[in-house]
Nanobody
Framework: EVQLVESGGGSVQAGGSLSLSCAAS????????MGWFRQAPGKEREGVAA????????YYVDSVKGRFTVSRDNANNTLYLQMNSLKPEDTAMYYC??????????????????WGQGTQVTVSS
């Protein structure tokens, strides 16, 4: 069983930055994939970024490439998402999740096993 708790969301103006964290507890194997997803009202959940714990390989949705950076601290079981140059369309609830089978299924959120409760990110124009 893995428990995930996100933090760091908030409100910011367009062009600003926010940093999200996801603290994981429980058994976390190196082969796990850790991902960030978001869901805006009336829209489908989408994968934002992911990282493979074993080698640090990262994955991004095209809309955030060059603006967001995903990273992890394996020793402290923490996942991060640094978000720069934020846009109003980045407004959503952001969730972290883990996939015990690695990252091949990313960004298919249906394959991720454990989820946090989410943290709201609001970007105003």
């Amino acid at each position: 069983e893995v428990q995930l708790v996100e933090s760091g969301g908030g409100s910011v103006q367009a062009g600003g930055s926010l940093s999200l964290s996801c603290a994981a507890s429980g058994v976390m194997y190196r082969t796990y994939c850790m991902g960030w997803f978001r869901q805006a009202p009336g829209k489908e959940r989408e994968g934002v970024a992911a990282i493979y714990r074993a080698n640090g390989r990262t994955y991004y949705v095209d809309s955030v490439k060059g603006r967001f950076t995903v990273s992890r601290d394996n020793a402290n079981n923490t996942l991060y998402l640094q978000m720069n140059s934020l846009k109003p369309e980045d407004t959503a609830m952001y969730y972290c999740a883990t996939d015990s089978m690695g990252c091949p299924s990313w960004p298919d959120w249906g394959r991720f096993d454990y989820w946090g409760q989410g943290t709201q990110v609001t970007v105003s124009s």
